[in-house]
């Protein structure tokens, strides 16, 4: 079992940055995959960034390349998303998951979820 617990989120105008965190528990952190989602007032939640166990793979949406990082630290049972160039349409709930046996952009196959923090981009 893995408890997932997001920080980091806030209101910023755009053009400006945040940086989200994703504290796990347990102590098989650096097995599993971490990936972020983001879901949008009505609509489905949609795959963000994910970077893989060992740090050597990494996958983002088209919609985010470029602006946002994903990186993790295994000594802290940490993943970051560092949202730069942030838009208005970046305004969401922002998701963090973990997958523990495969690298993968399929939100289906992610088994852990944190609760989620708000991030809200003002134009």
């Known amino acids: 079992q893995v408890q997932l617990v997001e920080s980091g989120g806030g209101l910023v105008q755009a053009g400006g940055s945040l940086r989200l965190s994703c504290a796990a528990s347990?102590?098989?952190?650096?097995?599993?995959?971490m990936g972020w989602f983001r879901q949008a007032p009505g609509k489905e939640r949609e795959f963000v960034a994910v970077?893989?166990?060992?740090?050597?793979?990494?996958s983002y949406a088209d919609s985010v390349k470029g602006r946002f990082t994903i990186s993790r630290d295994n000594a802290k049972n940490t993943v970051y998303l560092q949202m730069d160039s942030l838009k208005p349409e970046d305004t969401a709930v922002y998701y963090c998951a973990a997958d523990p046996t495969r690298f993968t952009t399929v939100r289906a196959n992610f088994d852990y979820w944190g609760q989620g923090t708000q991030v809200t981009v003002s134009s």
């Open positions: 347990g102590r098989t952190f650096s097995r599993y995959a």
């Open positions: 970077i893989s166990s060992g740090r050597t793979r990494t």
